[in-house]
């Protein structure tokens, strides 16, 4: 239905047609870009429950700062920046919840790694990417909000340092650490549970 | 020699290494080896699929987020462009309006009376006042409604604050000088918030604009100017 719009051809055709009010130029673009949204938080979370609600709330913020929306960026680009940052905050809240239970119960806190099966299914047997999936979420939740949404943003998005820092407000610099850092904590986690040399003490 | 570093080989992986890193790791085995080693993990990575979101879920979303959609959407458009089209005649029409009261109401009332009668300047200053209410509520609710998120951006919200200011004095003064006292104490509290909304800094961390939340909120102003332009316009169009 929505092909019979020419402002439906294009983001930026939407874009205009929203910001002169009409709420199904809006719908158009939720629905051309819901799916690409859900991945990139999902991947950031690794958790169904709030990945629908990040996506949820990345659209409606997006639609409030519509005229804030320069262009410069595709949409795309720009709604993933917005996405990263809800993703971002709500991490930051519950890993910061998480702390302050952990500081209290500090003697009996174990390492998640630690309750993760060591026994992993011989590598003849799994396909590296299966066993890697099952073991991710979990490897995941080692890294800081930042890390992981640098990480996902240049591993899945393939988004670069530039453009990382300048989603998520920071320098470039400290936008490349955190890429390495994520990189290390998860090769220091996943690998010696696949059987793989790290290759990295040199 | 030295070798690469865990980091460099992930620069190097992800194309974004300098040239020094891409000719040691071209001449160097053992390093081009670590570097098909992480390549073969983040490759794995990468392979992970996301399972698509739930149908149903995606089937609720649009009808779920439609009506806010809808409500931004659309005081945004209605506002804005009254806005702009509004601004620079409804300031000449306030000009005309405390000028005329100032300084030619004895004069050219005699000579005009109907040019400038108290009605007819009543209503202009009425509609005007309703206007400008309607206007200031416009920025007020968008900043009061500002999602929640690290720095926001309030160059727009700012622009608009110090037009607004202006006006607002204007129209204070004469709302003081024919005795309202009322509108002018409603006109004295937005100024004070018009002007810390445009002396703000253009990017606020949260803080702050849960401080220019708190006092758009406090005593009710908001919900003044709202209620007050809306009436003072109903009445100017009334005259
Ligand atoms: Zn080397």
Not at chain 1, 146 to 174: T, W
Not at chain 2, 42 to 64: G, K
Not at chain 2, 133 to 160: C, F, H, M, W, Y
Request: hydrophobic share 40%; proline share 4%; charged share 25%.
């Amino acid at each position: 239905m929505e092909a019979t719009h020419g402002w439906a051809t294009t983001d930026e055709g939407a874009v205009a047609e929203a910001r002169t009010g009409n709420p199904e130029a809006f719908r158009v673009l939720v629905e051309r870009h819901s799916r690409s949204v859900y991945r990139l938080v999902y991947r950031m979370t690794q958790n169904e429950h709030d990945a629908e609600d990040l996506v949820q709330e990345t659209f409606l913020k997006a639609c409030r700062q519509l005229h804030r929306f320069d262009g410069r960026a595709s949409f795309g680009t720009w709604l993933y920046r917005i996405a990263a940052n809800c993703a971002t905050d709500l991490l930051r809240a519950r890993q910061s919840r998480a702390q302050k239970q952990v500081a209290f119960h500090a003697e009996t806190e174990e390492n998640p790694m630690e309750q993760m099966p060591s026994h992993a299914p011989s590598p003849e047997r799994l396909s590296l990417s299966s066993e890697i999936g099952r073991l991710l979420g979990p490897a995941m939740s080692q890294l800081s909000a930042q890390e992981r949404a640098a990480f996902v943003l240049r591993h899945y998005e393939g988004c670069s340092i530039e453009e990382i820092g300048q989603a998520l407000k920071v320098r470039p610099n400290a936008a490349k650490h955190s890429i390495f850092r994520a990189v290390q904590k998860l090769r220091r986690a996943l690998e010696p549970k696949l059987g793989v040399t790290a290759g990295s003490s040199l | 020699m030295t070798h690469l570093t865990e980091d460099q080989l992930t620069l190097l992986y992800y194309g974004e290494a300098g040239d020094v890193e891409a000719s040691h790791a071209a001449a160097c085995e053992p390093c081009r080896a670590r570097l098909a080693s992480l390549a073969q993990f983040m490759d794995a990575v990468r392979s992970v699929p996301v399972s698509d979101p739930r149908a149903e879920w995606q089937q609720r979303l649009w009808p779920a987020i439609a009506p806010q959609v809808a409500e931004a959407l659309g005081r945004r458009r209605s506002g804005w462009s009254r806005l702009w089209l509004l601004g620079p005649g409804l300031a000449a029409a306030l000009a005309v309006v405390f000028f005329s009261g100032m300084y030619l109401q004895n004069r050219i009332d005699r000579s005009h009376p109907e040019a400038f009668s108290p009605k007819s300047r009543e209503r202009v200053l009425l509609i005007t006042m309703g206007d400008h209410l309607d206007r200031s509520q416009i920025v007020l609710a968008e900043l009061a409604n500002a999602p929640e998120s690290g720095k926001t951006d309030i160059s727009s919200e700012q622009q608009l604050a110090s037009r607004l200011i202006g006006e607002n004095r204007l129209l204070r003064q004469t709302a003081q000088y024919s005795g309202d006292a009322s509108d002018a104490a409603l006109l004295d509290q937005l100024e004070r918030v018009l002007l810390d909304i445009a002396h703000s800094p253009t990017q606020v961390s949260s803080g702050e604009l849960k401080d220019l939340q708190d006092r758009i909120e406090s005593q009710g102003l908001l919900f003044k100017v709202r209620i007050v332009g809306a009436a003072d316009r109903q009445k100017g169009l009334k005259l």
